[in-house]
Structure formats: C-alpha cells, structure tokens
C-alpha cells in the first residue's frame, strides 16, 4: 500500500500521515509545495515530524505539475490518494480566486487524470463545508440540494467535488469526497480564526470580531477529521458518495472568545468589525451518513480540544 497524501505539510496533512504510520504500514508520499499562503516555516515543522521515518517519501512538487504527478503515480506506486493539499481559506479567496482556482480545480484534475492512467484503489477528495452555501438547509445533509457557494473558495471545492465524481461516472475512478467543518487542533493554520483570536487575546492585541459574534461554527478536532479520512480508504459503499465530517454541535464565534479566554487565563480586547463577504451565518453537519459508512462519530470535546489547542500555541510561539 502506498498513501499519496497532497498538502502533506499542511495542518490536516500532516495530522493524517501520522495517524497512518501509527495505524498501518503502508508506505507514505508526503506531497507539497510549500507555497506561501502562509509561513512555509510552520508546514517545515510539520514535516519535521516524520521527515526521518523510513517509510515516508517527502516529495516538494506542485500537483499542478501533470507530467510530475505522471512519474510521481508510476514511480511510487500510489495505491491511494489523500488529497488534502488544496488553496483553503474563504476570506483570501474573495480577493485572489486566480490561485483557488489553479490548485484547487485545475490541481485536482491534473491529479485525477494521473490517476486514471496509473489506476488507485481510492481517491479520497477533501472538500469542505463550503459547498453547501448560502440556501442549504440546516443541518446540512450530503443528499440534499446544494446552496450557492459563498466563495470562490467554496465554488473551487464545489467543482472539485464535481470532477471528482464525474471521473467516478466516467472513468470508474474510486472517488470520495469528504467534507470537513470548521477544522481545529495542534499545527493550525495561522489565517484561521482560532489562531487570530489566540493570537490576539495571548499578546493582548485588538481582537479583530466581524459581526456580532452569532455566526456558529461546526469545530471539529483534527484526529476526528483524520480518522474520517482514514476509514475512508477502505470503507465499503463510499465511493461516488459525498460524506460530511464534522461535529455536529455548532458553537458561537462569541462562544469560542470565551472558551479561549478560559483556557489562556486573559480577557479579550474586542475590535468591532463589520461582517465580511463570504462568511456562512452557520455550518452544522448532519453525520448520519458519516456514522452509517465510516462508524465516524466525533471523540473529542470541545473544552478539552481547546486547551489542547492553546498548550501547543505556547510551545510552538516559545520556541520561535
Ligand atoms: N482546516 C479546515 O478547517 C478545513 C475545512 C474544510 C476543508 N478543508 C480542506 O482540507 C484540506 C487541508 O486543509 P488545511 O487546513 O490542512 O490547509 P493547509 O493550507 O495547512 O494545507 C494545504 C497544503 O496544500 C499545499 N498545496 C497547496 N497547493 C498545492 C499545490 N498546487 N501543489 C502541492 N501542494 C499544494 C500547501 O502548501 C499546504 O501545505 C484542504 O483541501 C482544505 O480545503 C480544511
């Protein structure tokens, strides 16, 4: 077996291929470009984690790259992909949705193609909750009808999905595509909220708050998304599906401030802001189908993945 995982360097990336050394022993591709939506110092680290393992490749490419992904695909044997590696974030795809939509869209096909020339056992997509948009019913139900993205972001992870399950139709390629809510953990992205506001609240910056704070999100643990991922590599009855990962228990942005001014021991200082364009009022998973296909149910609480969270921004900020 032979794990390529894309955006290996990456928060969920690198979460996943750890949890796949711990569990299997199959082989990993760790896949990345390193780019520059943020420091590339942290996706470094990341890697640092399971750079000397014996049974990880770590390969710095652009997927985009179609005839590197060719001899990438028959010189390792892929027998599974991860894509993970993607463009995320909502609020920097509104005003630079060109490099959304290379790596998300043109990146993924360029990925599926190598795929249907150098066949895979399962092709596991990360889509986002993005792609229900504005008019979804809550809570979202995969089999429902879809909103109007609110983003380009959430438009690119839409048309992936899409590509993916037409390669399904068309080429018989096993994919899946998984939909993860609000991620969270140790390694975070620093453009996330979470980060923002730790940020903010630990060095007693302004804390910058669009709207008043109601927006609810759907934070869900990165081991719980990870073994999502992980049990979709060889879950029977998934393939052509599309699967929510979430937490299914939506949270205030002004609920999560307060939690994190409990785990840091300090007092927020609020700057107002208005609302932002592309930002959903909530997301809220419905993980019946999850729980149905996967056995995924969601392990960790949010007090408990908060604390967590907080320790690791300490030591990770110490040691800078
Ligand atoms: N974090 C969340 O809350 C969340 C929620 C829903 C969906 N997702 C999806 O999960 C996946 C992982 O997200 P993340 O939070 O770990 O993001 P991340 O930015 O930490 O990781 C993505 C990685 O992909 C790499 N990458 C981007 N374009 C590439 C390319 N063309 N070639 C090679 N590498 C490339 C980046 O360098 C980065 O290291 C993404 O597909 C994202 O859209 C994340």
Redesign the pocket.
């Known amino acids: 077996m032979a794990i390529l995982v894309?955006?290996g360097?990456?928060?969920?990336?690198s979460h996943f291929i750890e949890m796949a050394l711990a569990r299997s022993d199959a082989k990993l591709i760790c896949?990345?470009?390193?780019?520059d939506?943020?420091d590339p110092e942290l996706?470094r680290s990341n890697v640092a984690k399971f750079h000397e393992n014996d049974r990880v490749e770590v390969v710095e490419?652009?997927?985009?790259n179609h005839s590197a992904m060719l001899a990438l695909f028959e010189q390792h044997a892929v027998s599974h992909v991860v894509h993970?590696?993607?463009?995320?974030g909502v609020r920097y795809s509104v005003e630079n949705p060109f490099v959304y939509e290379r790596?998300n869209v043109a990146?993924t096909l360029s990925l599926l193609e190598a795929a249907r020339r150098f066949p895979v056992e399962r092709f596991l997509l990360?889509?986002?909750?993005?792609v229900y948009g504005r008019g979804a019913a809550v809570p979202f139900t995969e089999d429902a009808p879809l909103g109007i993205p609110m983003s380009p972001y959430g438009a690119t992870?839409r048309s992936a999905e899409l590509l993916a399950l037409a390669y399904h139709d068309l080429h018989r390629i096993p994919s899946v595509c998984l939909r993860?809510?609000?991620?969270y953990g140790p390694r975070l992205?620093p453009d996330?909220a979470m980060t923002v506001f730790t940020d903010a609240i630990e060095y007693g910056k302004p804390l910058p708050l669009f709207g008043d704070g109601s927006i609810r999100r759907d934070f869900t643990h990165v081991s719980d998304i990870c073994a999502g991922f992980y049990a979709a590599l060889s879950a029977d009855g998934v393939v052509g599906e599309s699967i929510n990962l979430g937490h299914s228990e939506p949270i205030e942005v002004r609920a999560l401030i307060a939690e994190l001014e409990r785990a840091l021991g300090k007092k927020a200082v609020i700057d107002q802001q208005p609302e932002k364009p592309g930002d959903m009022p909530i997301t809220y998973a419905n993980l019946e189908k999850a729980e149905r296909l996967l056995g995924y149910r969601p392990q960790m609480d949010f007090r408990e993945g908060v604390s967590e969270y907080v320790a690791w921004f300490r030591e990770y900020h110490a040691g800078k």
């Open positions: 894309t955006g360097a990456g928060f969920i990336g896949l990345d470009c390193y780019n939506f943020y996706k490419e652009d997927f985009c993970l590696g993607a463009y995320a790596s990146g990360s889509s986002s909750s993005t992870k993860p809510f609000s991620v992205r996330l």
